[in-house]
């Protein structure tokens, strides 16, 4: 039978979704293996084999696509883990990636973290200036050569980075992207003099207007491109080892796969790509459930990570922001904080109080319960001491948890604050459940969305857990609980449903009203290039779609508003409704009357994504046949603690596996896949629809009620 396989790497857990020709669905859930996170990768698809009664080489070979979402790239830039990269620039730009940007020393931080300047700093180089060098050359600003690249300088400046030992070398030029010739010319002096070296170059990989963000990209993709691709070239083997049947393909962070050869050449892409695929995956499914405004929310083991689904469509940014460093590269607008199932509670000294998070206790040695060696208090901590997790139902009885040792570290803390464990646990509840509805205010009400405009998708080992507090904080009716089961892995499953994407860009600063005939030129460039890179991969040009966006801004102005562009043939009057088109989107941002056309318009950037299916997911679905679940789907009580209560109740418990769809369940309840624990809180009621999914009506519950 054959197989789409996804598999998923977070900081806590590995995660593997196998899905089979009729739609089943089998998963896996396996302790990542941060030492070498390739074994943890072949262990979850042990693990989904032995599922379905298969050797790993019996999957391997029944296995038409093999798709991976990554944190490789993320963890050598967080990590500083990352190869030792050489940079080759402009004379007299050498200093451009070390000052960087006057916000430089801020980018990136929470609210929380802003409010301690004095303690902000730059991030630590991730090219030092003994490893610049300076080249004599200079192109204008409209492509004509005023200086000609200085070959024997250039060469001195390759030998000195090549003796120095560096593992690659980013060439970043100013104003290459309206002229690479001098890039292309050092990229073919490194070839010669320095063989085997990672090479970037700025035009590349990213071709745009700016020069620090430009730079950024370029030497980023070089730190780490050689890890990455190491990694990428064990899975291969491995996985050819196996007799692998189909491609093997990596999420990129523009929420599409791309092949192992260009993930190699653009490993840039690969950074935050795990949480890309969630978004994905809610598109997808939010798709068939009729859903086209979702707030995508998971919970791992380490992050709480949100994006948006908009009009259907996951919502984007062209800006990324990662370690401070920031630069131009597309991708799914995905944020993240510190809360997650292994997210620290502690006391602080400073302001008298109860902390959760950022710091985590990741899979080792894990949350206290794990009994690895944890020794501080953790939000799963928290669950298990409140009766939400039972501690022998871990990853569906795989596992048992030592309550003991959590309600015995709760306790510690507790006494600090002057709370008894009960108490404790539930305030480390009430942190975080609100830290996470905060950043769901700022992805959605700073940006001009109402989130009671959408259903909120619930998915991670922690996220159906939480999502009923959070959800409701916002004013959010609805909570979709994903597959249930699969709920736990369903970035896997987001990466294992995901198209092929290729996105090209290319600025042109055009001032409106727009000249129609440059802008077909340049959309007619960007097509070419986007087309053929797909045909390089196999897929012929009939089989791609292309959509385009513009980024616009008033003249003055350096924030821009993605704009759609028209396909296919346009007329004047399509150009002509370009700038209507950003006043309206202007103003949905940023208030009524706030768009000032009146100082100008102009166009920066046109883009061209390209998707190219490859063979989806089918999911099943059935007749709404339950109503109140069988005696086979209960089991036995818990005594749980429930803090809108203020007591302990004894509250139902149901397996996941034996409800049916149109099964209903009030809250307070307790729902158990097996690699998830669904809270329903009091004044909630769950359904399990056609498809499988828990969907959570969160009742008449007001902001404040907890």
């Not at 900081?11 to 390739?38: E, R």
């Not at 050092?186 to 070296?197: C, K, T, V």
């Not at 996951?314 to 997210?343: C, H, L, N, W």
């Not at 007591?647 to 397996?655: A, G, N, Q, S």
Request: aromatic share 6%.
């Amino acid at each position: 039978m054959p197989y789409i396989c996804g598999v998923d790497i977070g900081g806590t857990f590995t995660d593997c979704v196998l899905i089979d020709q009729q739609g089943g669905v089998t998963i896996a859930k396996t302790p990542s293996t941060p030492s070498d996170f390739s074994d943890g990768f072949f262990e979850s698809l042990t693990q989904a084999a032995k599922s379905r009664g298969l050797s790993l080489g019996e999957l391997m070979q029944d296995t038409v696509t093999l798709s991976h979402g990554t944190t490789v790239a993320t963890n050598a830039v967080v990590e500083h883990r990352g190869s030792k990269v050489g940079l080759l620039t402009t004379a007299g730009h050498g200093d451009a990636i070390l000052i960087m940007r006057a916000f430089g020393r801020v980018a990136g931080l929470t609210p929380a973290e802003l409010l301690r300047f004095s303690a902000a700093d730059k991030p630590e180089p991730i090219v030092p200036r003994s490893l610049i060098r300076e080249v004599p050359e200079r192109i204008d600003s409209v492509g004509e050569v005023v200086v000609e690249l200085n070959e024997e300088e250039a060469v001195r400046a390759i030998g000195e980075l090549r003796d120095a030992g560096v593992d690659g070398i980013a060439v970043s030029l100013l104003w290459s992207f309206r002229n690479p010739v001098h890039e292309q010319r050092l990229r073919e002096l490194i070839e010669e003099h320095a063989p085997g070296l990672f090479i970037t170059c700025s035009n590349e990989l990213v071709p745009l207007l700016g020069e620090y963000e430009r730079t950024v990209a370029t030497v980023l993709n070089n730190y780490v491109g050689p890890i990455t691709s190491s990694y990428i070239d064990d899975i291969e083997r491995r996985a050819a080892e196996g007799s692998l049947a189909g491609p093997f393909l990596l999420m990129q962070c523009n929420g599409g796969l791309a092949a192992a050869e260009t993930a190699r050449r653009s490993a840039l892409l690969l950074l935050q790509s795990g949480p890309s695929g969630g978004i994905v995956g809610s598109q997808f499914l939010g798709g068939l459930m009729g859903y086209d405004n979702i707030i995508a929310t998971d919970m791992g083991g380490t992050t709480f990570d949100v994006g948006l689904v908009h009009d259907g469509l996951p919502a984007r940014t062209s800006t990324t922001i990662v370690d401070q460093y920031e630069f131009f590269v597309p991708t799914i607008d995905v944020k993240s904080i510190g809360a997650g199932g292994g997210s620290i509670a502690w006391y602080d000294e400073v302001r008298e109080g109860l902390r959760v998070g950022p710091r985590s206790a990741g899979a080792q040695p894990g949350p206290v319960c794990y009994g690895r060696g944890g020794t501080e208090p953790t939000v799963t901590d928290a669950d298990v001491v409140l009766g939400y997790v039972d501690p022998d139902y871990f990853l569906g009885g795989r596992a048992t948890l030592d309550r003991d040792a959590a309600w015995r570290a709760v306790e510690g803390l507790g006494k600090r604050l002057g709370l008894d464990p009960l108490e404790t646990a539930a305030g480390i509840n009430r942190i975080v459940d609100h830290n996470m509805a905060d950043l769901i205010r700022r992805e959605t009400i700073e940006k001009g969305l109402d989130p009671r405009d959408f259903v909120v998708f619930t998915y991670g080992g922690a996220g159906a857990g939480h999502s009923g507090v959070y959800a409701a904080e916002l004013g959010v009716s609805t909570v979709v609980v994903p597959l249930a089961d699969t709920a736990s892995v369903w970035s896997a499953l987001g990466v294992a449903s995901s198209d092929v994407i290729h996105i090209h860009q290319r600025d042109d600063i055009l001032p409106a009203p727009f000249d129609r005939e440059r802008l077909r030129a340049s959309r007619d460039a960007l097509a070419e290039q986007t087309l053929a890179e797909f045909e390089t991969e196999g897929f012929a040009r009939e089989h791609v779609h292309l959509r385009w966006t513009a980024d616009i801004r008033h003249r003055l102005q350096v924030h821009v508003v993605e704009v759609p562009f028209p396909e296919g043939e346009f007329t004047e009057v399509d150009v002509e409704a370009l700038v209507p088109e950003f006043t309206r989107r202007y103003e949905d941002l940023y208030g009524k009357g706030t768009a000032f056309t009146a100082a100008g318009v102009e166009l920066v950037t046109l883009r061209c994504t390209g998707s190219a299916t490859v063979r989806k997911p089918t999911l099943s679905r059935a007749a709404e046949s339950g109503g109140e679940p069988s005696e086979r789907a209960r089991v036995a009580p818990r005594t749980i603690y429930w803090p809108e209560l203020g007591k302990e109740l004894e509250t139902p418990i149901f397996r996941a596996e034996h409800l049916v769809p149109g099964d209903v369940v009030e809250g307070p309840a307790v729902i158990e896949p097996t690699v998830t624990t669904i809270v329903v809180r009091p004044g909630q009621t769950a359904r399990v629809d056609e498809l499988g999914n828990i969907v959570v009506s969160l009742g008449d519950v007001k902001r404040g009620d907890r």
